[in-house]
C-alpha cells in the first residue's frame, strides 16, 4: 500500500512538474501565448537613432518597448523594419539586463531576439522565467507566441555553457506544491 501511495505521489509530481516545463497551465509564457504580434509597437528611450539605409532603429538608455501589453525593457535595442509604404516592424534584438513582462509574469536574460514574424522571443544567458514563487532558469528559452509553449534548456547558443548559476548547462527550477490536507 505505501508502494502504491508513493508511485501515485511520483506519478502526480512528475505530471505537475511536466505540465510547467511545457507551460500547458498558467505559467509565464502560457501568457504569453495568443500575443498580438500585429498591434503596434511603442516605444521610449534615452536616445534614438534611425538608420534608414539599413532599415532600422537603434534605441537606447533604459529602453522600453511594448506591444498589447507586452512590455520589453533592456540597456539597448535594435529594431529592424521594413518600408512597404509604412513601417513594418520584422525584428527587435536587445541586450543589456532584458526583461520581458506580461499579466505578471517575467521572462530575464542577457539578449533576446523577438521575430515578430515568426512569432517567437528567444532569450540567451543567464535566463530566468517566473510566476509567482514558480521559476526556472536556464541558458536560453524560446517562447512561441502563437501556442504558449516555451522550450528552455540549460545552454546558452553554440552550446556554451551560460555562466553563473547555471555553467553545468543544466536547467533548474522550484515549483509551489499546493498544501493538501491528509
Known amino acids: ?6 508511485l501515485t505521489a511520483a506519478a502526480g509530481a512528475l505530471i505537475a512538474t511536466a505540465t510547467v516545463l511545457t507551460f500547458a497551465g498558467p505559467a509565464p509564457a502560457q501568457v ?3 500575443h498580438n504580434s500585429n498591434a503596434p509597437v511603442n516605444f521610449d528611450a534615452g536616445r534614438i537613432e534611425v538608420q ?4 532600422r532603429v537603434v534605441l537606447s538608455g533604459a529602453v522600453r518597448v511594448e506591444q498589447a501589453g507586452l512590455v520589453l525593457n533592456s540597456s539597448r535595442m535594435t529594431v529592424a523594419y521594413r518600408n512597404t509604404g509604412g513601417i513594418e516592424v520584422d525584428r527587435i534584438d536587445a541586450s543589456g539586463g532584458v ?15 523577438y521575430d515578430l514574424n515568426r512569432r517567437l522571443i528567444t532569450l540567451i544567458g543567464n535566463v530566468t522565467l517566473t510566476q509567482g514563487t514558480n521559476r526556472l532558469s536556464g541558458g536560453r528559452v524560446i517562447i512561441d507566441l502563437a501556442s504558449g509553449r516555451s522550450t528552455i534548456d540549460g545552454r546558452s547558443a553554440g552550446g556554451a555553457a551560460s555562466g553563473g ?3 553545468n548547462g543544466r536547467v533548474t527550477g ?3 506544491v499546493p498544501q493538501r490536507t491528509n
Open 1 to 6: 500500500m505505501k508502494q502504491r501511495s508513493f
Open 32 to 34: 504569453f501565448g495568443g
Open 52 to 55: 534608414d539605409r539599413a532599415d
Open 99 to 113: 526583461t520581458i513582462r506580461k499579466g505578471g509574469d517575467t521572462a530575464k536574460g542577457n539578449v533576446a531576439i
Open 165 to 167: 548559476q547555471n555553467s
Open 174 to 176: 522550484t515549483f509551489t
